[in-house]
């Protein structure tokens, strides 16, 4: 099957930026093909919101070049900005503005809004239309930018924290929002790049993510590949076991006769090994995308 | 149908809701012509991407386990035999491996496993029977 190439959506190539001295980021690149939903994993100050500003031309990159729809977005700013919303962590409006006249503001800005969309999310959000918007709570105001994101029915959805600091039931409303007010539209063109540290919450959303750490990628895996290669193993010995020689283990926990430990890859061998010593009990489960995220930082 | 995931299974999550929708079917929880929850709200209900189970849903509707019909959703297949022998026996053996692996960490024995699973395969023969009495037989056009 020959299929002509396709322009990812986005496409960061070497990309450094650095405020001081420092850089915040430093050779980073990231691909995100059409319809794929791309978490960018990282502690606080990793570089994940740099990254996410320098795509969205708010800063300008040091080295290397930034695509979005295979454009510039420094040079094509309207024509990429009409395709694409941003929901940032923090989400401030006009608060003399009521919630009707921000959302015709923000539509003022858009050659296409979807009515019907509107309405549905602020029923299901259950947003008072005529109350001014710097009398919201923070969840109401993140639910504000999230339909102002949704409405014009963008081909990508940038999120930047979007649920840090929103309580449980809004976290879950929105993700909730994301995948069904946004996604179905025309899910072959509906593309979403998430920064979080809330990991769990988006398991289910994610495709494929980057973990990055002091402004480098450090593991950049599909999804349902890192859970098939990350395991954590546990074993039990009838007697406390010798000092054993685990080469590739991750982390290693013991107690007693009972070690837990944990390998990116190589876990069927990993058990051969350990069967060989005949254990009494013998388990390997697959660690979430948050475990992963714990282990490859803690190493 | 009520799904469940486990990200913990190491599975991909498609192949997942796959699994479940072969065992239901298997199991009567799920009867030829029944609907299958719609994408969108299953979709939102697990938290998972809505491509995943739309990829689960081509999946089924490849291997002849489920019909779409266009603005009315996702069926169960009426003449719902949809597996080819050994496509169900691979279902099988992955299964079989786990168990078989476990009873060995347990220490039981291969005979007395054996033994067990003779046991298992009495107590389902007897409750498809309690199971199987009300229901008529289906016909379906050629």
């Known amino acids: 099957m020959n299929t002509p190439p396709v322009t990812p959506v986005i496409d960061i190539q070497n990309l450094s930026h650095a405020y001081g001295r420092a850089d915040a980021v430093h050779d980073f690149s990231l691909t995100v093909p059409a319809g794929r939903c791309y978490g960018l994993f990282g502690r606080n100050g990793a570089g994940k919101t740099t990254t996410m500003k320098c795509l969205l031309s708010l800063l300008r990159p040091k080295h290397g070049t930034v695509r979005l729809f295979g454009l510039d977005p420094a040079k094509h700013e309207v024509a990429v900005k009409r395709r694409l919303a941003y929901v ?124 990055m750490d002091a402004g480098r990628a450090v593991v950049h895996l599909g999804a349902d590949e890192a859970r098939a290669k990350y395991q954590k193993i546990r074993v039990r010995f009838a007697e406390t076991p010798p000092k054993l020689d685990l080469p590739g283990a991750l982390q290693v926990k013991s107690s007693g006769r009972e070690l837990e430990l944990v390998v990116n890859g190589g876990g069927p061998e990993m058990m051969e090994r350990l069967r060989a010593l005949s254990p009494e009990s013998l388990t390997s489960e697959a660690l979430t995308l948050e475990e992963i995220f714990v282990a490859t930082l803690k190493t | 149908m009520i799904f469940s995931l486990n990200f913990k299974s190491g599975l991909p999550v498609y192949l997942q809701v796959v699994d479940q929708v072969k065992a239901a079917a298997a199991s009567g929880a799920l009867k030829p012509g029944e ?81 067990l699973v003779r046991d298992r395969l009495e107590v389902l023969a007897e409750r498809q029977r309690h199971h199987d009495q009300p229901r008529e037989p289906q016909s379906t056009p050629a």
């Open chain 1, 88 to 211: 940032p962590d923090q989400v401030a409006f006009y608060p003399w503005m009521t919630v009707r006249e921000t959302l015709d503001y923000l539509a003022s800005f858009r050659t296409h809004w979807n009515k019907e969309t509107e309405r549905a999310l602020l029923d299901r959000f259950r947003l008072d239309p005529a109350q001014k918007t710097g009398g919201l709570s923070k969840g109401q105001r993140t639910q504000v930018a999230l339909v102002g994101a949704i409405c014009p029915e963008p081909e990508l959805l940038v999120l930047d924290e979007p649920t840090s600091g929103l309580d449980p039931i809004v976290r879950r409303e929105f993700i909730e929002t994301v995948i069904g007010a946004y996604q179905e539209g025309d899910p072959g063109n509906r593309t979403i790049l998430v920064s979080t540290h809330l990991i769990t919450e988006f398991e289910g959303l994610i495709d494929e993510f980057t973990i």
């Open chain 2, 35 to 115: 609907a299958l929850p719609f994408i969108r709200p299953l979709a939102e209900e697990l938290r998972v991407n809505r491509n995943t189970i739309a990829k689960a849903y081509t999946e089924l509707e490849s291997q002849g386990v489920i019909e779409t019909i266009p603005g009315k959703g996702c069926f169960l297949a009426a003449n719902h035999s949809p597996l080819k022998k050994d496509a169900r026996r691979k279902l099988l053996i992955r299964d079989i491996d786990q168990a078989v692996v476990q009873a060995h960490h347990l220490q039981v024995p291969p005979d007395e496993f054996l033994d």
